[in-house]
């Protein structure tokens, strides 16, 4: 079953958020919004942070290209990358049909908890999108 | 009236750019002051028009491409090999008029600018049909587009995608672009002429009885982006700060084995 990605948290630049708790610790699983995606139209390659790597609420934790373009993406939350998506770069056909449960990219573990007080609910996101057209 | 011979609504302007005349650089150079220029936008917000050539012929590979891919085309394997860090195809750098364009886009704007890619190969199409030089871009030829996934020539010019520019067939302009959070960096080819190292590859001087020089192009194509874009280009320089800037990341980044070699 899918996500609902009227629950998720999104950021400005993005990538949606699904907050949970695992093994007592805070865990948020990183994807691309469905937005972006159509924005971005035929994704190419992606690449993926290391397994470990610490990131801070808005560093770039990859990249992906489209239509020669290439786009960071941005961590919407600060910690350690504990798991990544490996299998995500060689189906990145995928991404479009199901963003917000095959979509994951990463999941990392949360170390500022108020690292994700400025990130956007669901309708915010709706807004901003809407904005951009 | 800015703005009107692209129908768009995608005019930065009216507003005040800066333009970096034409010069030739070292391969691993071009690619920082692009680089440095990128950041330098993200910070002010000022576009920037720049136009540069090669001190030397140079395979550029884009961001993705891996380094052992340079073993399919021979006639390049002997020059410099430089990485880019926008997608797409490689290139040889040799024969060719190269230009990179970088403007602020919103915060929050997602994917590929295709209206920059638009609006600049307008802009370079009419600067070569007022030499009778028909440019047309790929989407309107009327062959079938290939998906990006399947666009998987070695060479950029081998490629097809819907905004590259074709004469007679063949393609002479394209362009890539790499974004950062409040600019994107445009940067493309022009082929004039064929190259030793891309023979398969023709330039539009070789379909004209009479060649363009970079000095009849280069203001032509000014005045299309000032309109098109709506800005107006004023001759500047590189700052300090970009100079330092692109020393520092051609020394780290494009001049480094480690850089080129990492795919």
Redesign the interface.
């Known amino acids: 079953m899918s996500r609902d990605e009227s629950k998720l948290l999104y950021a400005?630049?993005?990538e949606w958020v699904d907050l949970a708790e695992e093994d007592g610790k805070a865990v948020g699983t990183i994807g691309l919004s469905g937005?972006?995606l159509e924005?971005?139209?035929?994704l190419?390659?992606m690449?993926l942070p290391e397994l470990g790597r610490e990131l801070t609420a808005g560093e770039e934790f990859g990249?992906v290209?489209?239509?020669?373009?290439?786009?960071?993406l941005?961590s919407p939350v600060s910690g350690k990358v504990v798991a990544v998506h490996e299998d995500l770069p060689e189906n990145l056909?995928k991404l479009n049909d199901d963003p917000y449960e095959f979509g994951w990219i990463v999941k990392v573990e949360i170390s500022e908890a108020n690292s994700v007080e400025s990130l956007l609910d669901h309708a915010a996101y709706q807004k901003?999108c809407a904005e951009?057209g | 009236m800015m703005n009107t011979r692209t129908g768009s609504g995608a005019s930065l302007g009216p507003t005040v750019g800066r333009l970096i005349s034409l010069a030739t650089a070292g391969s691993a150079e071009n690619m920082a002051i692009d680089q440095a220029i990128l950041d330098s936008v993200t910070r002010t917000g000022v576009p920037v028009l720049r136009f540069y050539q090669w001190a030397e012929p140079t395979l550029s590979l884009?961001?993705?491409q891996g380094f052992a891919a340079r073993a399919t085309h021979a006639q390049s394997d002997a020059i410099c090999c430089v990485r880019r860090?926008?997608?797409?195809g490689a290139i040889v750098h040799d024969q060719e008029l190269t230009y990179s364009v970088t403007i602020p886009v919103?915060?929050?704007?997602?994917?590929?600018?295709?209206v920059l890619?638009q609006q600049t190969h307008a802009s370079i199409a009419e600067a070569l049909a007022n030499f009778g030089v028909q440019a047309v871009p790929f989407r309107r030829t009327g062959v079938e587009p290939r998906?990006?996934?399947r666009n998987s020539q070695f060479l950029c010019f081998q490629r097809r995608?819907a905004e590259d520019l074709i004469v007679s067939g063949y393609k002479v302009l394209?362009?890539?672009?790499?974004?950062?959070?409040t600019a994107?960096l445009q940067h493309g080819s022009l082929l004039l002429c064929t190259s030793l190292y891309a023979p398969q590859l023709p330039g539009v001087n070789d379909l004209l009885s009479t060649p363009l020089s970079v000095e009849q192009l280069v203001p032509q194509i000014v005045e299309n982006l000032s309109a098109n874009l709506g800005v107006d280009w004023r001759v500047g320089t590189l700052s300090s700060q970009e100079i330092r800037d692109a020393d520092k990341i051609r020394r780290e980044r494009f001049a480094s084995s480690v850089w080129t070699t990492r795919r």
């Open positions: 400005e630049s993005h937005f972006a924005q971005l139209n035929d190419v390659y690449e990249e290209e489209s239509v020669k373009a290439v786009s960071p941005y056909e901003q951009a | 884009g961001y993705f860090t926008t997608g797409g919103p915060a929050g704007s997602a994917g590929p600018r295709s890619y998906s990006e996934s995608t394209g362009s890539a672009q790499r974004k950062s959070r994107v």
